[in-house]
């Protein structure tokens, strides 16, 4: 597949399954996450992969995390625990925010989400199945602590990667002069 392929016709695919991905494969993703446009070079992107039984441990961490998750409806308690089962393999992104007189946290926030895109883009090369979430697993500070990051860490998002078994949706048709403009604007 070429790049504009790629790039033009890339989805979502959120079942995931396996077999794994290889080795290569997962460099492959890697090398593209880090060649995320990065003003100043400061290198704020680090990844988590988390595969395997390690998921089950994150599911618990995603509970046990959740305010008052005991009282918790039991469906609600289940999903909380299924989430990472829901792909072979989760990347999850985090951004290291410091202080740096030209780039403000949104440009090292935004650094960190170029490298999930490009993640995802090359996994849609390499046909294999990814999505990006967040939800409020992302945002919940008791989970990242357990996931040992740093008070200056935030999580971007957890990528879900794997093999694709079903039809993947369409690609929307989306209209160019819907969003795309000269400047200045001409008024009707
Ligand atoms: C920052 C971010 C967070 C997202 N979080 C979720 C999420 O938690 N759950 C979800 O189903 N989709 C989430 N999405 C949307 C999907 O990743 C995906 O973009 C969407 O399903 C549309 O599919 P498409 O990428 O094929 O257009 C998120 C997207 C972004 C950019």
């Given at each position: 597949m070429n790049a504009i392929?790629?790039?033009?016709?890339?989805?979502?695919?959120?079942?995931?399954?396996?077999?794994?991905l290889t080795p290569d494969e997962e460099e492959k993703l890697?090398?593209?996450?880090?060649?995320?446009?990065?003003?100043?070079?400061?290198?704020?992107?680090?990844y988590l992969t988390v595969r395997g039984d390690e998921r089950q441990q994150l599911g618990r961490l995603f509970l046990e995390s959740t305010d008052n998750w005991q009282t918790l409806a039991e469906d609600k308690q289940t999903k909380l625990l299924n989430m990472p089962m829901r792909a072979p393999l989760i990347v999850i992104a985090i951004c290291t925010v410091t202080d740096h007189p030209k780039v403000p946290r949104e440009e090292q926030l935004l650094s960190t989400g170029a490298g999930v895109q490009n993640m995802l883009n090359a996994a849609y090369a390499l046909d294999i199945g990814a999505i990006w979430r967040t939800g409020d697993v992302a945002?919940?500070?008791?989970?990242?602590?357990g996931l040992g990051l740093k008070d200056n860490e935030e999580i971007v998002g957890f990528v879900y990667l794997g093999r694709v078994n079903t039809t993947p949706k369409p690609v929307p048709e989306l209209a160019i002069s819907d969003f795309v403009q000269s400047w200045p604007i001409k008024s009707s």
């Open positions: 392929q790629a790039l033009s016709k890339r989805v979502s695919v959120a079942q995931l399954t396996g077999p794994d890697f090398l593209a996450a880090l060649r995320a446009p990065d003003h100043a070079w400061m290198r704020p992107s680090r945002y919940n500070r008791k989970i990242a602590a």
